[in-house]
């Protein structure tokens, strides 16, 4: 059977045209306004409460819309927003280094290795501006310098100082404020909350998205919710390998779900692998540790010259080292984009270099800026990442030069939406990680949270007027027939699982499923690797639904069910990933095919073939999926071979 057919294109019929400055402002002044009173008739469910999902519905609520909340965790602010450490980009030039909303937009195009959308990237940078007034307002309290003003850093990818940063806990700050806006208006009775349900269907009715079906993690009641629009803000699905940078519970039941109703699942093989994260230190692990980017502002990244050298870091001189970024990238230096950093990680490893148990990890040394700038300083900058450092790792990095390796960390893929962040569902919008976004092959460093935030705080609740000007639309109810057979695919899904009662843990599938994605589609791709990888996931899958052991019922709190939903759809994602990273025949950013190198070992981008998006339309399982293709097309900044040399 072939592994896919090729549908119609599809265009972003959406996107406005004219000079690229003008287009958000178009777009806002040509869609429809839901005057204010009739906001109140309104209901929207936003499924999801991190910076993406946590802004919109605030935002959504103070708008005078009513809005229907959930998460699975048991607060919203627990989502995984929270773990974000280094920052958060903007185009202020408070720094007065030469940015400009242009440059961080050519920045992102330029970084995300010319896959993404320019309209979209520019109305990013427009709106990066906004976000970090809208935080201060709220009280987030960004790192100042002495005299008061807001301090920034570097981040991968760029030349100038634009990043914007609360210690290593920037995620925490922001989240706390879209937290705080959320609760009052949960106080103010504009949102209605609802912690530790998770969506497990979504309902389309006469082609609409209109509701979700969920499931209350305490108490095992599965019911159907309803509202005008659905929102989409549940996250990444880096969770797929199963190690990664992400909390345990990210997932892409939610969004999986969704495709499978009719939203197209846009480019999934595009996944960041980020270079500094602690190596994985025995088969024990289930969770992977980034320690932030920012530390590349001050940390040497380095190896020894020769292979096998197992001297203890202070005891290889100066000159038997290779601080092989400031080599081969001598103007970005330690701060080249995260796929190249991290490929180059892997490079010198595969060449013996290593450092640390199995070879599996390089230096990043901050002996030079201890020097240069004192202890005191760097502490500031960086003391709660060095203390879970030495917690995680037993070794002060003060003293020794902290030990990293590359780990899966974001998924740019994601569910295919139009300008509006609309979705091929007519009502389902998707903002944050869990769209295919505006990051191309590649996201640069601390661009995830200012996406997040300006897709809620700032697009969504413009765009989704447009939709909603047409309702409210009509009453549906639990007895819809459309309702209720969502709701009885749930039931019987969760009746198989328990019934398999085997004997194996949900766990021990899980990992082995990371391991093939690991194996065959993470840091380097090959047209045999990925079919292998494609025969091994659809037999593990057909081992899973056979052997698959979860104790307990589906009447209450049962921790392993949830898994096996999310595991479930995850051995689906997986195949898709594969299939879309097979017959991507060209290496950009976060896709690096073996077979698609420049002779110095760069990515090969092929652009007469490949300059588009390519959105996946689920067709049954049983059937190939479907490609549908989305050019890209390149105005403000011409595609060439990226150098940070
Ligand atoms: C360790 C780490 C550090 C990072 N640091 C940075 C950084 O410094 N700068 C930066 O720009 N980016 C950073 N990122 C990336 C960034 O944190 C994420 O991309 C971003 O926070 C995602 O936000 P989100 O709102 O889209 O999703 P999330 O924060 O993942 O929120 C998802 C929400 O959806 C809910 N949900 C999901 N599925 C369901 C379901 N089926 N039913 C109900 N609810 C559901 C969850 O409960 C949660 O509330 C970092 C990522 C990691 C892992």
Redesign the pocket.
């Known amino acids: 059977m072939d592994l896919f057919t090729e549908g119609d294109p599809i265009a972003d019929a959406r996107a406005p045209q004219g000079p690229i400055e003008t287009r958000w402002d178009r777009r806002r002044f040509e869609a429809k306004l839901v005057n204010p009173a009739n906001r109140r008739k309104l209901t929207v469910i936003v499924?999801?409460?991190?910076?993406?999902?946590?802004s919109a519905a605030a935002t959504l609520a103070e708008q005078g819309y009513r809005v229907r909340s959930?998460?699975?965790?048991d607060s919203?602010r627990r989502?995984?927003?929270i773990?974000?450490?280094?920052?958060?980009?903007a185009a202020k030039n408070y720094r007065n280094d030469g940015d400009s909303v242009h440059r961080l937009f050519y920045d992102t195009v330029k970084g995300g290795d010319f896959r993404s959308r320019e309209s979209n990237v520019h109305r990013l940078a427009e709106v990066s501006v906004n976000i970090i007034d809208q935080c201060v307002a709220q009280g987030v309290p960004f790192a100042r310098e002495y005299g008061g003003l807001l301090d920034t850093r570097s981040f991968g990818g760029a030349q100038v100082q634009r990043t914007f940063y609360a210690r290593g806990q920037?995620?925490q700050q922001l989240l706390l404020g879209a937290y705080q806006a959320l609760e009052r208006q949960i106080g103010l009775g504009n949102v209605e909350m609802n912690a530790r349900?998770?969506?497990?269907e979504l309902i389309v009715v006469d082609g609409r998205a209109r509701g979700i079906v969920?499931r209350d993690l305490v108490t095992g009641e599965i019911t159907s919710e309803f509202a005008d629009a659905v929102v989409l803000?549940?996250?990444?699905y880096g969770n797929v390998f199963y190690l990664s940078?992400?909390?345990k519970?990210?997932?892409v039941?939610?969004t999986w779900r969704a495709h499978r109703r009719g939203a197209y699942f846009a480019n999934p093989c595009y996944t960041q692998i980020h270079p500094t994260c602690i190596p994985v230190s025995g088969d024990h692990q289930s969770k992977l540790t980034?320690m932030?980017?920012?530390l590349r502002n001050d940390g040497r990244v380095w190896v020894p010259n020769a292979k096998g050298d197992d001297r203890a870091p202070k005891d290889i001189p100066e000159e038997e080292r290779d601080y092989y970024l400031e080599r081969i990238y001598p103007s970005f230096g330690n701060l080249v984009p995260r796929d190249i950093a991290s490929r180059a990680a892997k490079n010198v490893c595969d060449a013996g270099r290593g450092v640390g148990p199995g070879g599996l990890g390089v230096y990043l040394d901050f002996a030079d800026a201890i020097d240069r700038l004192g202890r005191k300083a760097i502490e500031a900058k960086y003391g709660n990442l060095f203390e879970m450092y030495e917690r995680i790792t037993g070794e002060d990095p003060y003293e020794v030069p902290m030990r990293i390796y590359p780990a899966v960390?974001?998924t740019m893929g994601g569910l295919w939406v139009d300008y509006d962040l609309q979705s091929t569902i007519p009502g389902l919008f998707v903002?944050?990680?869990?769209n295919f976004s505006d990051h191309g092959a590649n996201r640069l460093?601390?661009?995830?949270?200012?996406q997040?935030l300006a897709d809620g705080y700032f697009v969504l609740p413009n765009t989704i007027a447009n939709y909603l000007a047409a309702g409210p639309f009509e009453r549906v109810d639990a007895s819809h027939p459309e309702a209720v057979a969502a709701r009885r695919d749930v039931e019987d899904r969760i009746r198989r699982l328990l019934a398999v009662d085997g004997d194996r843990t949900v766990d021990s599938f899980h990992r082995e499923l990371g391991q093939i994605m690991w194996e065959h589609c993470g840091m380097e791709r090959s047209e045999a690797g990925l079919r292998k990888a494609i025969d091994e996931i659809r037999a593990l899958r057909e081992e899973f639904w056979k052997r698959v052991r979860v104790p307990g019922d589906g009447d209450g709190l049962n921790q392993s069910l949830e898994k096996a939903g999310r595991v479930a759809d995850f051995f689906e994602l997986a195949e898709l990933m594969c299939v879309d990273a097979l017959h991507r025949e060209e290496s950009c950013g976060g896709h690096f095919r073996a077979e698609h190198q420049t002779p110095d070992g760069e990515a090969q981008r092929d652009d007469d073939r490949f300059a588009y998006v390519a959105a996946w339309e689920y067709t049954g399982g049983d059937e190939p999926a479907v490609l549908h293709k989305e050019d890209l097309k390149f105005e403000y900044v011409h595609p060439t071979q990226r150098s940070y040399k």
């Open positions: 499924v999801g409460t991190g910076l993406a999902g946590g959930y998460c699975y965790q919203p989502a995984h927003s773990a974000a450490q280094g920052g958060i980009n920037t995620g349900h998770e969506m497990l969920v803000a549940s996250g990444g940078t992400n909390a519970g990210c997932n039941t939610a980034l932030s980017e920012s960390h974001y903002v944050g990680e869990a460093g601390a661009s995830a949270l200012m997040g």
